[in-house]
């Protein structure tokens, strides 16, 4: 005998049971809990999740059903929903296909049939919704703007009609939304009664035969039909009604909450200011018995030239206080006393140079320079590019390549032309120069502190043209060079060199007639994290300057680029940064807040203070790396409330914030060329003179320019395995070098090593065996020598010079033929 046939499922009845869905490419087939009832396909994740959540449902009178093998059917719905299940064998999908075909045909039928009838009951649903609008229509005679008619501060005696009221408003609002929320009970009690009646009567008739009692049957469910679908439309309209009331509502109550808010804030701020001022009047009070005789004497004061009342209201006009920018997790800042406008007091210990704020640091500078800037004002030599060829638009599969690159250092990841940007490390590098007018100004002061504030202000701008520029520099190979020859048109110049090959190292100096020096080494170190990438540089950079001796030393924050495999990359800029000036002890601690999307503060911002060697702050540094940054004289400072998590924060009084830097806008069509900035187009500018290692005449590099990407990518091969080989003929002659009685053996474990012809990033492959002492690289760089400098107590390679004097001469004889 055969087995027995499942049963099939009316359509009255409700069919449940697990199903796989199709998510996505990532996750593809789930197992999900689907739910057929009254002509309704609905699934959850799990069984529990059927009281609460629903995760989607498909309504079968007007889808389509449709087989596609043994196990797999697919049903939609026109185009808005689509889902592709999977049973776990052929029996079970028919089960399923016999259920949702009958409950099709019975939803298809049960809305031909109350198509008739629902029109005389249109009459009804309309005055019952009339009659709820005449209930409804006082609430909402009134926009949704008519939280504005309460003012935003508290009234005075004969303003007060207004908001008088408002507790009365606010109890019959929530009275009215109790009877909403009672209309909803109260339809959804109908709503179960007359569905389980119609329930009721679609099983009977499923049940019945054809004879005398099907039309009194017919009758009967088309009645509990009409008062099911009348009960819904109430159901509807008294949910329309609640959500529109609590939307209109929830408007004022949120600008209510907002005024709350911001007159807490008013109000601790001025019982702060008040206290400040009530110290400052006790202080003025003590030391009035010690005034000085000019003080004492009006006349005797107005010989000595203290102005008069109508000078000192015009002073005081002219000069206004503003609030920095504000860090609640490390300081605040508030407008300083007025006394401190007075040019030349000495109120608090306050000397005479750090209260000469009348004047912007230019004037300062200037006034304090002999020399004129007109008569250094230099013009340009040559009409330099403003072009590149457009970046073409090739396809790429990202994830072909970045799937097996998963925790490994990213200069061992092998990576073509399509993720780089056609210039090298080196390039980057010499872009730090582009804002070097901040440095022109630093030498020109004669306060260290002053100083500071520039050569910080030097450091934030070094990151601005990193906020669009999400393509990876070409890796220098060992010896490449890039010179940046601005001496007739901006006063400076500057030599790159990669100076070692493991670990991939960068040397730049830079050197400006108008006293200044600028050298670091730079060391890469990054992380691939699947989703994003962090880019941690190690070394250091120090300034000098020639004029005050002043040495300053910093480092560089932590860059990371985000949607590495998926979505629009990003980057961004996070860490601290101390600059230090290793004469005098000041200090500068800048702050790169990460980007949160939670936070309230403005996207890459960067705060600072510059302190003293006692500690003591004196300036206050705020903006963004990609936009700005402003300077602020610090007054007085006293310790303030606890911060967000506990700390307590420093309140610093500070004069009105000026700007220091500001961005220069990017050239027109920026981002069809890699958004590049005017003097990142010059950098790969073809110039006679320069030395045969020069990045700008680097094959691979210019083809990529050129928008030949096929025939870079081929260049950028043969160019690794030229230094492959270059490489193994180095670690060949250490070898011989240092012990030359193993030299057989040593030449063996080399050629026999199968990481011999590992294809890896430019400069970057692996170590060809694990004994490293055995495989010394002697390489030593040509245009700098590694030295420790005595200041900062740091290991760096430092220009040793000879590349200009070459450079004059003509001869590169010493260079090697890397390209």
Request: with cysteine; net charge negative; glycine share 6%.
């Given at each position: 005998m055969s087995e027995p046939k499942p049963p099939t499922p009316t359509p009255g009845d409700t069919y449940k049971g697990w199903l796989f869905k199709w998510t996505n490419y990532i996750k593809g087939y789930q197992r999900r809990w689907f739910v057929l009832s009254n002509g309704l396909l609905s699934y959850y994740r799990t069984q529990a999740e059927m009281g609460h959540t629903c995760r989607g449902t498909i309504n079968l009178a007007t889808a389509n059903i449709a087989v596609e093998d043994s196990c797999n059917f697919v049903i939609s719905n026109g185009g808005a929903q689509t889902y592709h299940l999977k049973a776990n064998s052929e029996v079970e999908r028919q089960r399923w296909i016999t259920a949702l075909e009958l409950a099709k045909a019975k939803a298809v039928r049960m809305q031909a049939e109350s198509g008739e009838r629902e029109n005389i009951f249109v009459g009804e649903c309309r005055s019952f919704c009339v009659r709820r609008f005449v209930i409804l229509s006082p609430l909402f005679s009134h926009s949704d703007d008519s939280g504005d008619d309460c003012p935003a501060v508290p009234p005075t005696s004969g303003q007060g009609g207004g908001c008088r009221n408002s507790n009365s408003e606010v109890q019959s609002t929530l009275r009215t939304l109790n009877s909403k929320v009672e209309d909803l009970t109260t339809c959804n009690d109908l709503i179960v009664k007359h569905g389980s009646a119609l329930q009721r009567s679609l099983s009977e008739l499923e049940g019945i035969r054809v004879g005398g009692d099907m039309g009194d049957k017919i009758r009967q469910v088309t009645e509990r039909a009409t008062l099911f679908r009348i009960t819904s439309n109430a159901m509807i309209n008294a949910c329309r009604d609640f959500l529109s009331l609590a939307q209109s509502h929830s408007k004022r109550w949120q600008k209510a909450?907002?005024?709350?808010?911001?007159?807490?804030?008013?109000?601790?701020?001025?019982?702060?200011?008040?206290?400040?001022?009530?110290?400052?009047?006790?202080?003025?009070?003590?030391?009035?018995?010690?005034?000085?005789?000019?003080?004492?004497?009006?006349?005797?004061?107005?010989?000595?030239?203290?102005?008069?009342?109508?000078?000192?209201?015009?002073?005081?006009?002219?000069?206004?206080?503003?609030?920095?920018?504000?860090?609640?997790?490390?300081?605040?800042?508030?407008?300083?006393?007025?006394?401190?406008?007075?040019?030349?007091?000495?109120?608090?210990?306050?000397?005479?140079?750090?209260?000469?704020?009348?004047?912007?640091?230019?004037?300062?500078?200037?006034?304090?320079?002999?020399?004129?800037?007109?008569?250094?004002?230099?013009?340009?030599?040559?009409?330099?590019?403003?072009?590149?060829?457009?970046?073409?638009?090739?396809?790429?599969?990202?994830?072909?390549?970045?799937?097996?690159?998963?925790?490994?250092?990213?200069?061992?990841?092998?990576?073509?032309?399509?993720?780089?940007?056609?210039?090298?490390?080196?390039?980057?590098?010499?872009?730090?120069?582009?804002?070097?007018?901040?440095?022109?100004?630093?030498?020109?002061?004669?306060?260290?502190?002053?100083?500071?504030?520039?050569?910080?202000?030097?450091?934030?701008?070094?990151?601005?043209?990193?906020?669009?520029?999400?393509?990876?520099?070409?890796?220098?190979?060992?010896?490449?060079?890039?010179?940046?020859?601005?001496?007739?048109?901006?006063?400076?110049?500057?030599?790159?060199?990669?100076?070692?090959?493991?670990?991939?190292?960068?040397?730049?100096?830079?050197?400006?007639?108008?006293?200044?020096?600028?050298?670091?080494?730079?060391?890469?170190?990054?992380?691939?994290?699947?989703?994003?990438?962090?880019?941690?540089?190690?070394?250091s950079i120090q300034c000098l300057f020639d004029k005050s001796n002043n040495h300053y030393s910093w480092k560089k924050v932590t860059t990371t680029v985000h949607n590495i495999i998926v979505g629009k990359l990003w980057i961004d800029q996070s860490g601290e940064i101390d600059v230090v000036n290793h004469k005098t002890g000041d200090r500068c601690h800048l702050k790169f807040a990460p980007y949160s999307y939670f936070s309230r503060d403005v996207p890459r911002k960067v705060t600072g203070v510059v302190t003293d060697k006692d500690g003591k702050a004196h300036y206050v540094l705020s903006g963004t790396w990609d936009e700005k940054m402003e300077f602020s004289r610090v007054m007085q400072s006293s310790k303030g409330e606890n911060g967000t998590e506990g700390k307590q924060r420093t309140v610093y009084q500070t004069l009105k914030a000026k700007e220091i830097w500001k961005k220069n806008p990017l050239p027109e069509g920026a981002e069809n060329m890699y958004f590049f900035s005017s003097l990142a187009l010059t950098l790969n500018e073809p110039e006679e003179g320069v030395a045969p290692t020069d990045s700008r005449k680097r094959p691979d590099q210019r083809l990529m320019e050129d928008g030949r990407w096929d025939e870079a990518n081929a260049e950028k091969q043969r160019l690794e395995e030229k230094q492959r080989t270059t490489r193994r003929e180095r670690e060949r002659e250490a070898v011989k070098a240092v012990s030359p009685s193993e030299e057989a053996v040593t030449e063996d474990s080399i050629n026999d090593s199968p990481l011999k012809t590992d294809a890896v990033e430019t400069g970057t492959e692996a170590n060809e065996v694990s004994d490293e002492s055995a495989h010394q690289d002697n390489y030593q760089a040509l245009w700098f020598e590694k030295l420790d400098d005595p200041a900062s107590g740091e290991t760096l390679h430092v220009y040793k010079g000879g590349y200009w004097e070459a450079k004059e001469q003509g001869s590169w004889d010493m260079c090697a033929d890397i390209f």
């Open positions: 909450l907002q005024v709350e808010r911001d007159q807490r804030i008013r109000l601790e701020e001025t019982l702060e200011q008040l206290a400040k001022q009530h110290n400052h009047l006790e202080r003025a009070f003590r030391g009035a018995t010690v005034l000085p005789s000019s003080f004492s004497n009006p006349a005797l004061g107005n010989k000595g030239g203290v102005p008069g009342k109508g000078d000192a209201s015009d002073e005081d006009d002219d000069n206004e206080f503003f609030d920095a920018m504000e860090d609640p997790a490390e300081f605040i800042t508030v407008p300083a006393d007025p006394k401190y406008h007075r040019s030349g007091s000495n109120v608090s210990g306050i000397s005479n140079e750090t209260g000469m704020d009348d004047q912007s640091f230019d004037e300062l500078s200037l006034a304090s320079n002999p020399e004129s800037p007109q008569s250094l004002e230099l013009e340009p030599v040559r009409q330099r590019r403003t072009r590149i060829p457009d970046k073409p638009n090739y396809y790429l599969n990202l994830w072909s390549i970045m799937k097996n690159c998963i925790g490994k250092e990213l200069s061992k990841i092998p990576m073509p032309v399509n993720f780089n940007e056609p210039l090298s490390m080196l390039q980057r590098l010499s872009e730090d120069l582009e804002y070097y007018e901040l440095l022109d100004k630093a030498a020109k002061c004669q306060s260290s502190l002053e100083q500071m504030c520039y050569v910080a202000a030097f450091t934030v701008s070094s990151y601005s043209t990193t906020v669009h520029r999400t393509g990876k520099p070409f890796n220098p190979l060992l010896g490449e060079t890039f010179e940046l020859d601005r001496l007739k048109e901006c006063g400076y110049r500057s030599l790159c060199e990669q100076v070692s090959h493991h670990p991939p190292a960068a040397a730049h100096h830079a050197m400006s007639e108008k006293g200044w020096t600028l050298r670091q080494e730079i060391t890469l170190a990054s992380k691939f994290r699947g989703k994003y990438l962090s880019i941690m540089p190690l070394g």
